[in-house]
Every structure is written in C-alpha cells, then in structure tokens.
C-alpha cells in the first residue's frame, strides 16, 4: 500500500526557517517523482515543485521558484519542503504528493497534510 | 497559463441524483491531460480521474469523466451519501506550469 506519511503541525514567526517532511513508503520511492502541493486557508490547490528522488531532478512551479526548496533523502524515503524565512502568507496545509510525470504531473496519491501557521 | 474554469461554483443535490460538473480551459489541454480530485471536509484531496476519463484505482465506477479540448465533464450518475465534497480539475498538459481549477462544490440539497 502506498504511504506519505508528513511531519505534523508547525506554529513559526515571520523570517524564521522551516524544512517539513514526507515518508514514502509502500513503492519505490526512487522511481517515482514525489513533490508539494499548497492549500491556503479556505482556497483551492496550487502546485508547488516536484522532485525524482533517484537523480534529485528538481521542478518547479514558476509561482514557487525561488520562494521554497524541495530536496529528498532516498536513504530513507523521504522528501522535504524548506523555507529560508517564513513570511504571514506562507501559513497553509502543504500536501506531499505522488506524481506522474508526462509532459507535467498529475498526482495519484496525497499525504495527510502538514499545516503550518506563521505568526508574530 | 492555462486557466480553467469550473462551473457550477455550488452544485445543490440530493443522494441518487445525478451530478454533472464541468472544467473549461482558456486553451486545449494537450493529450486530454485533465485530472479530477475529490476534496471532503479536513481530509486530503483523492485522485478520481485522470487522463480525462479514466478511473484512478479503487474509485467506483459511478464516477466517470469525458472531454476533450477545451471542455472537460465529470458525472457522477447517482450520487452517494460521502460523494458531497468539493471537486477540483487539473490539466497537466502544459509544461512547465500544471493549473488547478478553482473547485465545484456538491452540497447536499
């Protein structure tokens, strides 16, 4: 059975840095693109960066480039979302994804969420 | 950018009805590239269709998604009491930008 099991809630003040986390288990995580989808308050769902674990082949969303690193452990299944300083508009669930990649991904299985508030 | 467009924005039902929802995009979606997702209440989105019409695993076949171009559909023939969630599309068929659609809502009438 597929599995992305995230890191659990974090409350951050503006300019500090966060890096949250994603397991995968159940497949092989190598072989397959895992990445980050964002969902602020009340709003839908944004894209955020992709990730092949088994070269580190990095994309990302144009609107997120810059703004956030995706990164990935394959030692231990594991991919990652960090922030260099957190701003107030950063705060949103951050869903892990599994993702098919053709000419851009789709996603076929989600992690649980990981919410993180950013507050002074 | 493609930018889709979801309609109805609320779509007010009642169980073993029929649901039709539609996804129009600014441009044609390369290879029907269309994904749909299920979203219920504090739970993650579900991947339901792909490829514009074919069922991801384990998802009934009361679900199914047609379309081409620029007009994409997802029917649910009858719906189910957890079927109320709120319903996204997706297109993948561009690079380097994936676009979500803003969402249509099916809420129990």
């Known amino acids: 059975e597929v599995q992305l099991v995230q890191s659990g809630a974090e409350v951050k003040k503006p300019g500090e840095s966060l890096k949250i986390s994603c397991k995968g288990s159940g497949y092989s995580f190598t072989s397959n693109w895992i990445g980050w989808v964002r969902q602020m308050p009340g709003k839908g769902l944004e894209w955020m960066g992709i990730i092949y674990p088994g070269d580190s082949d990095t994309r990302y969303s144009p609107s997120f480039q810059g703004q956030v690193t995706i990164s990935a452990d394959k030692s231990i299944s594991t991919a990652y979302l960090q922030w260099s300083s957190l701003k107030a508009s950063d705060t949103a669930k951050y869903y892990c994804?599994?993702?098919?990649?053709?000419?851009?991904?789709?996603?076929?299985?989600w992690g649980q969420g990981t919410l993180v508030t950013v507050s002074s | 950018e493609i930018v889709l467009t979801q309609s109805p924005g609320t779509l007010s039902l009642s169980p073993g009805e029929r649901a039709t929802l539609s996804c129009r995009a600014s441009?044609?979606?390369?290879?029907?590239?269309l994904a749909w997702y299920q979203q219920k209440p504090g739970q993650a989105p579900r991947l339901l269709i792909h490829a514009a019409s074919a069922r991801a695993t384990g998802i009934p076949d009361r679900f199914s998604g047609s379309g081409s171009g620029t007009d994409f559909t997802l029917t649910i023939s009858r719906l189910e009491p957890e079927d109320f969630a709120v319903y996204y599309c997706?297109?993948?068929?561009?690079?380097?930008?994936?676009?979500f659609g803003p969402g249509t809502k099916v809420d129990i009438k």
């Open positions: 997706q297109q993948y068929g561009s690079s380097p930008g994936i676009t």
């Open positions: 994804v599994r993702a098919i990649m053709l000419t851009s991904p789709y996603f076929d299985y």
């Open positions: 441009q044609s979606v390369r290879s029907s590239y």
